[in-house]
């Protein structure tokens, strides 16, 4: 069973910056993709970034420019650089990782825009 422990969260002001990370219980270069999601109050579920085994990055246009991801194998860590946060960054961030047909999820962490 693999695990994703979230953690980086918090409440920033606008223009504040904040860096997700995601823990994984297993060696991350066994999973085919790994990204971050995040999902808002009354709002479906949405993709932020994602990455490949191979190091290809992509990006949601609300995120271009702002949010970077990055992997660490040796620490089988996915982070999630999020600079001039905005309100409409508020969300509860997930962690996926996918490795063959089957899709694995954290828990979440609460990023809070305040403005």
């Known amino acids: 069973q693999v695990q994703l422990v979230e953690s980086g969260g918090g409440l920033v002001p606008v223009g504040g910056s904040l860096r997700l990370s995601c823990a994984a219980s297993?060696?991350?270069?066994?999973?085919?993709?790994m990204g971050w999601f995040r999902q808002a109050p009354g709002k479906q579920r949405e993709v932020v970034a994602g990455i490949t085994r191979g190091g290809g990055t992509n990006y949601a246009d609300s995120a271009k420019g702002r949010f970077t991801i990055s992997r660490d194998n040796a620490l089988n860590t996915l982070s999630l650089q999020m600079n001039n946060l905005k309100p409409e960054d508020t969300a509860v961030y997930y962690c996926?990782?996918?490795?063959?047909?089957?899709?694995?999820w954290g828990q979440g962490t609460q990023v809070t825009v305040s403005s």
């Open positions: 996926e990782a996918q490795s063959y047909s089957s899709s694995y």
């Open positions: 297993r060696n991350i270069v066994s999973f085919d993709a």
